[in-house]
Nanobody, 122 residues
């Protein structure tokens, strides 16, 4: 079992920045892929970024490339999402997820956090 707890969400103006954190506990995350997903009101959940815990290889959806950065801290078992140049379209609940395959498909992830709200005002 892997437990995931997100934090760092909030209200920010367009153009601003936020850093989301995900605390990972339970099984060691070294063999896992980690992902960030988001779900806006009335819309389906979509991918944001993914990283292989052990190798640091990363994936991003096109709309966040150059603005968002996914990273992890092996010593603290923490996953991060640095979000810059935020846009109102980035408003969503952001979820941290863990799985065995690094991808941008939600179905490849087994464990999910409860999410943290990000609201970007125009």
């Amino acid at each position: 079992q892997v437990q995931l707890v997100e934090s760092g969400g909030g209200l920010v103006q367009a153009g601003g920045s936020l850093r989301l954190s995900c605390a990972v506990s339970g099984r060691t995350p070294s063999g896992y892929a980690m992902g960030w997903f988001r779900q806006a009101p009335g819309k389906e959940r979509t991918s944001v970024a993914a990283i292989m815990w052990s190798a640091a290889s990363t994936l991003y959806r096109d709309s966040v490339k150059g603005r968002f950065t996914i990273s992890r801290d092996n010593t603290k078992n923490m996953l991060y999402l640095q979000m810059n140049s935020l846009e109102p379209e980035d408003t969503a609940v952001y979820y941290c997820a863990a799985g065995r395959r690094v991808s941008l498909r939600g179905t490849d992830y087994t464990y999910w956090g409860r999410g943290t709200q990000v609201t970007v005002s125009s």
